[in-house]
């Protein structure tokens, strides 16, 4: 991975970080999830008007990567309702690259050597870490296979658009074209489950929704680019190095607790990552 390639993703996880924050802050976090899935909608259309039509195999690619991406964010809504920026996105995040990893030992063509496996046992240490805090502090338990249940969508969907953006070979089409079935299954899944009183949001709730969608979108374009010139292992594995970042964000910004467990737990992650990427 070259340096500009590894400097766009340590972006795109800061800004990944950044929306997450967004909607950890507001009070209904389904809503804004909801918010954030139709802006990105409509954004979507508005790239896919300047590139062409996905040809061939590519739709199936993208239909099943849009349906993971709701998956994805339906688990990490819930899991806000139950846990803090802090807790809930290291273990979201951080058992993702695992995922990843193994994975793609059957699936892609990474080879891997002893330094990479080091990184994925320092990252499971970690999370189990992570996911101990929220029992020895009182917090609520059940966000933990909420957590769980985002990052195993998330490795589905980083390997599903890897691949597919190689096939569809342009990483804009596959970006729009992937953001626009999202946000037919989200919100037609909300919609169904709770009708249209999610539409109905404040003008202050509608921009930070919008907000949350740019940020969403471009930190997903990049690393989609990203997939298309370096393994797709290195590429979901250094994202989420955002875990750094949300931690950070969740302590100084959002005023969340700093124990000493939470900061080891987030290092630990963030180290197994760097070792995986150096």
């Not at 990105?40 to 259309?45: A, R």
């Not at 896919?48 to 709701?70: C, D, M, N, T």
């Not at 189990?128 to 609520?140: H, P």
Request: with cysteine; charged share 10%.
């Amino acid at each position: 991975m070259n340096t500009s390639v590894f400097l766009a993703v340590l972006f795109s996880a800061l800004l990944h970080a950044s929306w997450n924050a967004v909607i950890r802050a507001g009070n209904d976090r389904f809503q804004g999830m909801f918010l954030l899935t139709v802006s990105q909608g409509v954004m979507g259309v508005a790239m896919a008007a300047f590139v062409p039509l996905p040809k061939g195999e590519v739709w199936l690619w993208l239909l099943a990567s849009g349906a993971l991406h709701s998956g994805y964010k339906m688990f990490l809504a819930a899991a806000y309702k139950h846990g803090d920026l802090s807790r809930v996105y290291p273990i979201a995040r951080g058992v993702a690259p695992m995922i990843v990893v193994v994975a793609g030992f059957f699936l892609l063509s990474d080879v891997l050597d002893g330094k990479e496996y080091a990184g994925i046992g320092l990252i499971g240490v970690g999370v189990i870490l992570m996911a101990q805090g929220a029992f020895s502090n009182g917090e609520a338990r059940v966000l933990i296979p909420f957590a769980l249940g985002s990052a195993l969508c998330t490795a589905g969907y980083s390997i599903l658009d890897g691949l597919g953006a190689r096939i569809a070979g342009n990483a804009t089409q596959f970006t729009a074209w992937l953001f626009i079935f999202d946000a037919i299954v989200f919100s037609g899944v909300t919609i169904a489950t709770s009708g249209l009183t999610r539409l109905k949001a404040s003008r202050k709730s509608w921009f930070l929704g919008s907000f949350a969608g740019a940020l969403s979108l471009a930190t997903y374009w990049i690393a989609i680019w990203a997939m298309t010139v370096a393994p797709i292992a290195l590429v979901a594995a250094l994202r989420e190095t955002s875990v750094l970042f949300a931690v950070l964000i969740g302590v100084f910004w959002m005023k969340e607790r700093a124990d000493l467990g939470k900061l080891v737990a987030a290092l630990v992650i963030v180290s197994g990552i760097v070792l995986i990427r150096i």
